[in-house]
C-alpha cells in the first residue's frame, strides 16, 4: 500500500544545531516527493519537492532533502537551526500523476532549545 | 503570487446544523483539493476536483460535498455537522501535472 511513515513525532534540538527529520514513504514506481511545513496558527507550506533527477534537493530557509530509491527515504536535513524553525514538518508522496493527490506522513513537531 | 484564500477563519457550529466553508485562488489552477486535519494526524483528504470533475474520497463519500462554480472558487459542505467534524479543513490548489500543491490557512471549524 502506499503511505508515508514519519518516525519520529517529535524532535528537540539546540539552536545552532544540525537536523534531520527522516521519512519513510511505500511507492510502485517513481516518487514524487515532498516537504511542507506548518508554523503555529498557519497552513501548509511547501519546503521542498524531489522530481526524478539529483537526489539531493534544495528548498527554502536552508532545508535540503536527499532521495534514497534503495532505503525507501527522503530525510530532511538542516545544517544549523534557528528558533523560527519551530513548527511541524509534514513529507509527502504522489500517488497520482494526472491529479496530484498526495499522501502525507503525520509529521514530526520539531522544537528548539535555546 | 502563490495565495490561497480561506474563509472563514473560524467557525462555530451547533451539532446537526449545516457548515459551508469557502476557498480561492487566483493563479488559474485547475485543481483545487479539501483535507481535513486533527492534532497530531495527518492531513486527510476528502475530495478534490480536477477542472468541474468532482473527485471524493471511498470513506468521506458521504458526509462531504463541494461545488466549484468557476475555476477560482471552491465550497466544502458539511449538511449536518457532528462532533467528529471538528478539524481544521485545508483547501490546496495544484497546477496541472506539477503535483505541488499550495495551501491556505485553514478553517478551524469546532462543533458544539
Known amino acids: 500500500a502506499q503511505s508515508v511513515t514519519q518516525p519520529d513525532a517529535r524532535v528537540t534540538v539546540s539552536e545552532g544545531a544540525s537536523l534531520q527529520l527522516r521519512c519513510k514513504y511505500s511507492y510502485f514506481g517513481t516518487p514524487y516527493l515532498f516537504w511542507y511545513v506548518q508554523y503555529p496558527r498557519q497552513g501548509l507550506q511547501l519546503l521542498l519537492k524531489?522530481?526524478?533527477?539529483?537526489?539531493v534537493v534544495q528548498g527554502v530557509n536552508g532545508f535540503e532533502a536527499e532521495f534514497s530509491k534503495s532505503n525507501s527515504s527522503f530525510h530532511l536535513r538542516k545544517a544549523s537551526v534557528h528558533w523560527s524553525d519551530w513548527a511541524v514538518y509534514f513529507c509527502a508522496v504522489r500517488v497520482n500523476y494526472n491529479q496530484g493527490k498526495l499522501i502525507f506522513g503525520q509529521g514530526t513537531k520539531l522544537s528548539i532549545k535555546p | 503570487d502563490t495565495t490561497v484564500k480561506q474563509n472563514p477563519r473560524y467557525k462555530l457550529a451547533r451539532v446537526g446544523k449545516p457548515v459551508n466553508l469557502i476557498c480561492s485562488q487566483t493563479?488559474?489552477?485547475?485543481?483545487m483539493y479539501w483535507y481535513q486535519k486533527k492534532p497530531n494526524q495527518a492531513p486527510k483528504l476528502l475530495l478534490f476536483?480536477?477542472?468541474?470533475?468532482?473527485?471524493r474520497e471511498a470513506d468521506t463519500f458521504e458526509k462531504f460535498q463541494s461545488s466549484r462554480p468557476n475555476n477560482s472558487f471552491c465550497s466544502l459542505y458539511i449538511g449536518s455537522a457532528g462532533l467528529e467534524y471538528s478539524a481544521m479543513y485545508l483547501c490546496?490548489?495544484?497546477?496541472?501535472?506539477?503535483?505541488?500543491?499550495?495551501f491556505g490557512p485553514g478553517t478551524r471549524l469546532t462543533v458544539l
Open positions: 476536483y480536477y477542472d468541474k470533475i468532482l473527485n
Open positions: 490546496a490548489s495544484s497546477p496541472q501535472g506539477r503535483g505541488e500543491q499550495y
Open positions: 524531489y522530481y526524478p533527477g539529483d537526489p
Open positions: 493563479m488559474n489552477h485547475d485543481t
